[in-house]
């Protein structure tokens, strides 16, 4: 037998083979389509390539199965919170947005994962903890804490320094704010915000913790000078960590308003 595959009969053969059983196929998909299968769920028609499903889709699949399922409101909680960490977990890899809660309403809102916010569309213009430059925790260039103040409410601060003057503030009972910000101008006559950290309600006084090396700069003593002249506040400015207490700040409080910042670098 000649079984050579560039014989013409050999190659007859091959062609003839295909053909029957593209027949055979069809029949067999012909055959389906007279009684084909369909979805538990919607009942539309599966198609032949999809056999072996018992559903047309994932959502039919889903639907069936979870029908008459009631979840608790803890189950609920739980699930929503896994589902949230899962995102943000990747936030900033697989997917563009955020979602947060906002620290002054508490309402559930989505953000941009490259500038994400504290606050909602709501809150934003009202709240007294605008900042020009809040992110979301954990996503900003430097850290940031969440401090809870039974006068300040639930706000961001930038600093440790921050937290140890909150934690003294609401230990002696002293009520404060995030405050907003303070327009001031620079020589060529520029406008420009300054966002004070601290302000003491009952007292009418700023207080900014400051690290030691942003004091040496003439800009940031001149800046610091415009404010407060421009604004006719008095600015209290504490470096040393040791000194942010409610005790030095009160040795500190002019009963007027003077020329210069009062800055504390150290104990004297």
Request: glycine share 2%.
């Amino acid at each position: 037998m000649n079984t050579c595959t560039k014989h013409p009969g050999w190659i007859a053969g091959c062609i003839k083979s295909k053909e029957i059983n593209q027949k055979k196929h069809q029949l067999i998909i012909d055959n389906y389509s007279i009684n084909p299968k369909k979805c538990l769920k919607c009942e539309s028609i599966i198609s032949y390539e999809k056999r072996n499903n018992k559903f047309c889709s994932s959502a039919c699949s889903a639907s069936y199965y979870t029908k008459g399922r009631k979840h608790s409101q803890e189950t609920k909680n739980k699930i929503a919170k896994s589902y949230y960490n899962d995102i943000n977990r990747y936030v900033g890899r697989s997917t563009a947005i955020s979602y947060n809660h906002c620290i002054n309403c508490n309402t559930l809102f989505i953000s941009s994962w490259r500038r994400p916010t504290a606050f909602c569309s709501t809150c934003m213009p009202q709240c007294q903890s605008l900042r020009s430059k809040i992110f979301k925790f954990g996503l900003s260039g430097s850290k940031q804490y969440k401090y809870t103040s039974p006068t300040a409410g639930e706000v961001l601060l930038d600093s440790t320094y921050e937290v140890l003057l909150a934690t003294d503030l609401d230990k002696n009972q002293i009520k404060w704010i995030r405050p907003q910000p303070l327009i001031w101008y620079d020589s060529n006559n520029k406008t420009h915000r300054y966002y004070p950290d601290f302000f003491l309600i009952d007292y009418n006084q700023y207080v900014e913790p400051k690290n030691t090396y942003l004091l040496e700069f003439d800009a940031e003593q001149d800046k610091l000078k415009r404010v407060q002249n421009q604004n006719n506040i008095q600015l209290i400015i504490i470096s040393d960590p040791k000194l942010l207490t409610w005790k030095h700040i009160q040795e500190k409080m002019e009963p007027t308003i003077g020329l210069e910042p009062t800055i504390i670098l150290a104990e004297t």
